[in-house]
């Protein structure tokens, strides 16, 4: 089962920053948090991932809390095709098994 | 120059067939997987293989059987086809296996197989 809980659907207007938020209270010490997404039935795109400390890429920035029972990822400027379904997943240290949740539908809007 | 490629992109059969899906990978990676993403969207690992070995088997009826004949090929074949295999089906593939290199799986576009 996934080890995460997302809000099933969150709205961004165009060009705001989208704050997704996840919760992964049950996390380990040795556990990375992942995120993807999935626009429209394409397959996963991989997005970010962090263990403790706040990461950024091209793409997005990932907010790990101290205690690391919560992060947010944010789009900084959301585009139209940005509207996808994004998954915080919670990766153990030394397994290939990605464990998807339900995600959070994210709806970009003019 | 796609990354990962799967192929078809579509599946329509009848139930009791037997049929396969190809994935090829052409990023040099030594790991490939095969996921289900059922009809309510969830996405779930069925195999992983690496170096052409089979790592991950998950609670998988043997009716599905991944075949790996070189490093950049996982195909997966389905015996017996049954109404409840319709899903879109995703291949991945990723540098090396877990560990301390937790590498990035990248995603085929999927098929979408249907099953009468």
């Known amino acids: 089962d996934a080890k995460t809980t997302q809000p099933p659907s969150m709205d961004c207007a165009e060009g705001r920053a989208a704050n997704l938020p996840c919760n992964h209270s049950?996390?380990?010490?040795?556990?990375?948090v992942y995120w993807y997404r999935q626009i429209h039935s394409q397959g996963p795109q991989y997005i970010i991932h962090?263990?403790?400390n706040n990461e950024t890429n091209e793409m997005a920035s990932l907010i790990i809390t101290e205690d690391r029972k919560s992060s947010t990822l944010i789009l900084p400027h959301a585009t139209l095709r940005d509207t996808a379904v994004y998954y915080c997943i919670v990766r153990g240290y030394n397994t290939d098994k990605l464990i998807f949740g339900t995600g959070t539908r994210l709806q970009v809007f003019p | 120059d796609t990354a990962v490629s799967q192929t078809p992109k579509y599946l329509v059969t009848q139930m009791g067939n037997d049929k396969s899906i190809k994935c090829e990978q052409n990023?040099?990676?030594?790991?490939m997987y095969w996921y289900k993403q059922d009809s309510k969207k969830f996405l779930k690992i069925m195999f992983s293989y690496n170096n052409k070995e089979l790592i991950i088997n998950e609670t998988v009826p043997n009716r599905f059987s991944p075949k790996s004949p070189d490093k950049a090929h996982l195909n997966l074949h389905i015996n017996s086809l049954e109404l409840g295999d319709s899903a879109v089906y995703f291949c991945?593939?990723?540098?090396?296996?877990?560990?301390?290199?937790?590498?990035?799986?990248?995603f085929g576009p999927g098929t979408r197989l249907l099953v009468l």
């Open positions: 990023l040099g990676h030594d790991t």
């Open positions: 962090g263990l403790k």
């Open positions: 991945a593939s990723s540098q090396d296996f877990g560990g301390a290199l937790l590498e990035t799986q990248y």
């Open positions: 049950t996390i380990s010490g040795n556990e990375y």
